[in-house]
């Protein structure tokens, strides 16, 4: 059943720390910044987590991937979760979610921390929340 009253977040997504969204096709796209701050955070030179923890994706850059498809990061938890990149920081919230209602719902069938009973009128508005939420609390960042 669902419902077109309003929604949070955390009414619809708990995280159960299972690495089901570290886990796939597509990749995580990486910024200049995102490299930097993973090279900072790890102690390395920027281009060496470029050369050792990256791929190419057409024109953009994207976390590698072990052999079964988990992000190069996933160590039963993420090894880099203080300078994770923005889409793995907006996770279940994302753009596509806003474009493609039911996404959300094909999402929720391997990561077990979304609820999908909720209308897409309701989702979209949290979705919408939720990202500018996170855009906020980034333009406080250093």
Known sequence: MTSDAPVSGADIFECQNCGQCCCGFGGTYVTPQNIAEI???????????????????????????KPGGYCVFWDEK??????KPRMCRAWPFIENVLRA?????IMADSCPGIKPGVSEPA????????????????????
């Open 39 to 65: 090279a900072d955070y790890l102690g390395l030179d920027s281009e060496q987590v470029r050369k050792n923890y990256c791929a190419p994706s057409g024109k953009k850059t994207v976390l590698a991937q």
């Open 101 to 105: 209602p039911e996404n959300w719902y």
């Open 78 to 83: 993420c090894t880099i979760h203080p300078v």
């Open 123 to 142: 989702l979209v508005a949290c979705v919408r929340h939720e990202l500018a939420r996170l855009e906020a609390h980034n333009a406080i960042l250093p």
